[in-house]
C-alpha cells in the first residue's frame, strides 16, 4: 500500500492511499485514461483510488450522508491537478470533468457511488440525481490545516 501526502496552499491537507499504478490516482484494479479521481472515505478520513483498495484496510465502511454533502466536505480528488471538489461541484462539472483542469474522468465511476454514499431517501426512495438525505448523520472532523509546498510526496506505509 502506498500513501501520499498533499501539502497546498490553496488545498486543505489530505491523505490519498492505494495500490497505485501512476500518481494521477490510477489503481491496480482500475486503471483506464479516465480513472483520474479518488474518493474519501467516511470513515478514515482518506482518499483512495477505488472501493477495493478501501477495502484492503479491513475496516468497516462509513457512507457520506447528503447532510454531509450539503455541509460542504470535499470528497473527490482530482489525480491530474490534485484539487479537491465538493460532491455537487463534480456532479455539476458535466461531461465528466475537472472543473479546475478540464481532465476527462471515467462516467462508470456512477455506477460506485453507493459504496461511498448514502444512495437511497428513507421516504421516497429516490436516488442520487434525485434528493438523497441520511438520518442521524454526523460531520467527521475538518483537516483544514495547510503547508506550503505544492507538491504530493509518496511514501510506503
Do not use: W
Not at 457512507?63 to 471538489?85: F, R
Not at 483542469?101 to 456512477?110: I, M, V
Amino acid at each position: 500500500m502506498i500513501t501520499a501526502l498533499s501539502f497546498s496552499e490553496s488545498e486543505p491537507y489530505y491523505e490519498l492511499k492505494g495500490q497505485f499504478t501512476d500518481t494521477q490516482t490510477r489503481c491496480i484494479h482500475y486503471h483506464t485514461e479516465l480513472d483520474i479521481i479518488a474518493l474519501k472515505f467516511k470513515c478514515c478520513q482518506t482518499y483512495y483510488p477505488c472501493f477495493q483498495c478501501h477495502q484492503e484496510n479491513k475496516h468497516p465502511t462509513v457512507k457520506y450522508c447528503q447532510q454531509d454533502l450539503d455541509q460542504g466536505e470535499k470528497v473527490v480528488l482530482c489525480g491530474v491537478c490534485k484539487s479537491q471538489l465538493t460532491f455537487k461541484e463534480y456532479l455539476n462539472a458535466g461531461n465528466y470533468r475537472c472543473i479546475n483542469c478540464e481532465s476527462r474522468f471515467n462516467p462508470g465511476c456512477e455506477l460506485h457511488y453507493d459504496l461511498y454514499f448514502d444512495m437511497k431517501n428513507k421516504e421516497n426512495n429516490k436516488d442520487i440525481t434525485g434528493d438523497i438525505s441520511c438520518i442521524n448523520s454526523t460531520t467527521s472532523k475538518d483537516n483544514t490545516s495547510t503547508v506550503s509546498a505544492p507538491t504530493v510526496k509518496l511514501a510506503d506505509s
